[in-house]
């Protein structure tokens, strides 16, 4: 069963971050120390007192990214989203641009960050407000 | 930046004087780890001893740590500079994004020198910095304001501090201070006004420059340690529920919160202010630092009606925490929690330190009951608990309308060298006490502390632990061995709040994915070599423990463990003066 990222309540975000250098840490063999590797954000509407939007992939069925990627780097994947094949990403820019949440994020080596719904980032929200679940569920819950 | 290499330190120097910028990569520094130790060290290269802390020549230095941002807690940013509260060296810390935000530029440490021509802010970013045209925005009083504006203007959003000073800072009030990310400040001993010297009005800071540790696996799992103990240990359980106002009562039940000018240790409003009361009522939000799974900022929210509107009302977001209460409360009489927020909300609005703000109150208070001012000097009838003088004297100091404004808008000891009432002027070292009147170990570490806060001795604890009575010397000794392990924790730089969660043992673990071996008694030679250089510039600035003053007032207020000594805390100066100095 596909599984994907989301947002289970947006008001108890603190603005901390965490997820944002989890996301950079996820892999164990390339973990990063920063921010540039990921592909969720969290930003505040004008103070995080008033409230947080996290821009992060919502792993749309059909991905307007993919279909703009001239070197198949990103392809659409069971249960929504894609999968990113970074060798293959010429840093173009394009998906940054069909996204229609700006939730691809350039990075400073040209390539893209972007979530690929591994779950990684939700086990460090100290608060509950990311969760990783069963596409299965989701539909149910529709 | 090399990505691998965590001992080698880029310094990012920027001169307002010329428009003018580079950076320097270090290799030398790494002995004192970074944040403080770096940052003192260059101080004393950028900075003359005797420089005018209003002139040209003072320098600021902002100071990250090697921890920022590998690990959760390792938040804040030191500043460092030339006092012009004290004509000391200057310290202050914040967290906010300011640690994040520099590192992730790709600095280290930002060395600013030099005065603008016209009014500037700054926008820092890998390699670049811009010097952008302030002059519109000079003049705009309010820093949430001046916050707010550049907020739309410039880009970054989400990975951007943006500090900036209000009115105060403009105005010179030598405790105005910076404020980041709109509830950190660079708070205490008047970096505000040391910016608004420099016609410097904000320094935004963007970067998405990572790095790769040197240890992979071991990053994470050192990662792993220090999230699991910080989410499922209590380590971090005073910050994480009612937060520091959770000393409001304790504190008062030991006859140790500083009321209505230092009249009393107790104050019979305590429980209406506490922090259990605000948490009740007015709390409505918890907000973080970066990389800080705590979130200890405590968001209240005001209802604040309209003045000539029936039911329209302004929802004000107003952070507390104890100091805030103790100076903008206690300290004054008032004891309602809505009108000490309209206080917080308006030392906030300007830009000033909450703290000094107070005790300069109190003080204009008690001088103007014992007739030594006049209400033609303090325009407000000021007087212990009437929250609407105080409201308009905070504007006043501001505004600073006449001389006497003037002169408290220089702190307590610059006004009561003027009036008198040096007996009740609650200065140590020139600046105005920290909320503890908790014995003569509070006071020692205000007089002997480096930083000149509370926050970098023990004073107020080991004051509460204290079973039976301890020699001076013995006092003084654990006050400096707790300094010199702080000046660890703000070299790396972590909050002090998580330092239960860094131990020696954790932090030596910590360096080894980053490629540092640092051993646990290494760690406190660095912090007694970076103690010893503090000393040094502070001597170089003219410190010296027999101008240092002791207010006569705290010996004729009692507490728990009844009246203070002078001769013991004279006693602990003269071994203090011998051994460290």
């Known amino acids: 069963m596909p599984k994907i990222l989301t947002i289970r309540d947006i008001e108890k975000c603190v603005g901390c971050g965490l997820c944002m250098y989890a996301c950079a840490r996820r892999l164990p063999k390339k973990p990063f120390i920063g921010y540039d590797h990921s592909g969720i954000l969290s930003v505040s509407l004008s103070g995080f007192e008033r409230g947080a939007t996290i821009i992060v992939c919502r792993a749309c069925p059909d991905p307007p990214c993919s279909q703009v990627c001239p070197t198949s780097a990103l392809t659409p994947k069971k249960g929504g989203g894609v999968t990113y094949k970074e060798k293959l990403c010429t840093g173009c820019g394009n998906c940054i641009d069909a996204c229609t949440i700006s939730a691809i994020f350039m990075r400073d080596d040209g390539k893209v960050a972007l979530c690929v719904h591994c779950g990684y980032c939700a086990k460090y929200c100290p608060h509950g407000v990311l969760e990783f679940k069963d596409v299965k569920e989701m539909e149910e819950g529709f | ?581």
């Open chain 2, 1 to 581: 930046m090399d990505e691998h290499n965590f001992e080698r330190k880029n310094i990012l120097h920027i001169n307002l004087s010329d428009y003018t910028y580079f950076v320097e990569e270090r290799d030398d520094l790494a002995e004192y780890i970074g944040g403080v130790g770096v940052g003192v060290k260059l101080l004393q290269e950028n900075l003359k001893p005797d420089a005018d802390p209003l002139g040209e020549e003072n320098v600021i230095i902002f100071s990250t740590g090697p921890f920022t941002p590998a690990y959760p807690f390792a938040s804040k940013t030191v500043a460092l500079f030339k006092s012009p509260l004290t004509g000391n060296l200057g310290e202050s810390h914040a967290g906010g994004r300011s640690a994040t935000s520099i590192t992730s530029a790709g600095y280290d440490a930002i060395v600013i020198k030099g005065k603008s021509e016209k009014p500037v802010y700054l926008v820092i970013e890998n390699n670049r910095v811009h010097f952008k045209d302030a002059r519109v925005l000079w003049g705009i009083e309010d820093s949430l304001i001046t916050g707010r504006i550049i907020a739309e203007k410039e880009g970054g959003r989400g990975i951007r501090s943006i500090m900036r000073i209000g009115g105060a800072g403009e105005r010179l009030v030598r405790y105005a201070c910076v404020m980041t990310e709109t509830y950190r400040h660079f708070g205490r001993l008047g970096l505000g006004a040391v910016f608004g010297s420099k016609l410097l009005k904000a320094i935004v800071v963007i970067g998405r420059k990572d790095r790769k540790p040197v240890k992979l696996k071991e990053y994470r799992e050192v990662y792993d340690e220090i999230f699991k103990k910080a989410v499922e240990s209590d380590v971090m359980q005073k910050y994480h529920l009612i937060g520091t106002p959770v000393n409001i009562l304790p504190l008062n039940e030991l006859q140790s919160l500083p009321t209505r000018n230092l009249e009393s240790g107790y104050f019979e409003r305590a429980e209406e202010i506490s922090g259990e009361a605000f948490a009740e009522t007015l709390l409505a939000r918890r907000i973080a630092c970066n990389h800080c799974p705590t979130a200890c900022i405590h968001i209240s929210a005001l209802k604040w009606p309209f003045e000539e509107e029936a039911y329209f009302y302004k929802t004000i977001m107003i952070s507390y925490d104890y100091e805030l209460i103790y100076a903008l409360g206690s300290m004054l009489g008032i004891g309602n929690k809505e009108e000490i927020l309209k206080l917080i909300y308006k030392v906030e609005m300007y830009g000033l330190d909450a703290m000094s703000t107070g005790v300069v109150l109190a003080w204009a208070t008690e001088a103007l009951r014992r007739g030594i001012v006049g209400e033609r000097d303090t325009l407000v009838p000021l007087q212990f608990g009437d929250f609407r003088s105080y409201f308009k004297a905070i504007e006043y100091i501001y505004l600073q309308p006449n001389e006497f404004y003037k002169n408290i808008a220089k702190g307590a000891e610059y006004a009561s060298d003027i009036y008198g009432g040096k007996d009740f002027a609650l200065t140590f070292g020139k600046n105005e006490m920290a909320g503890y009147h908790t014995g003569e170990g509070a006071y020692i570490g205000y007089l002997i502390g480096l930083r000149h806060s509370h926050l970098d001795n023990a004073g107020y604890s080991v004051d509460q632990k204290m079973k039976d009575e301890i020699e001076p010397e013995n006092l003084v000794d654990k006050l400096v061995k707790e300094e010199i392990w702080r000046q660890v924790l703000s070299s790396l730089v972590v909050c002090f709040f998580a330092r239960g969660l860094y131990t020696p043992e954790l932090i030596s673990k910590a360096f080894v994915p980053l490629g540092i071996e640092l051993k646990e008694d290494e760690l406190i030679n660095v912090g007694e070599r970076i103690y010893r250089e503090k000393i040094k510039v502070k001597k170089s600035m003219g410190f010296k423990i027999k101008h240092l003053r002791i207010p006569e007032k705290i010996f004729k207020v009692r507490n728990f463990r009844g009246e203070l000594n002078r001769d013991y805390i004279e006693r602990a100066l003269k071994y203090f003066e011998k051994k460290y100095m």
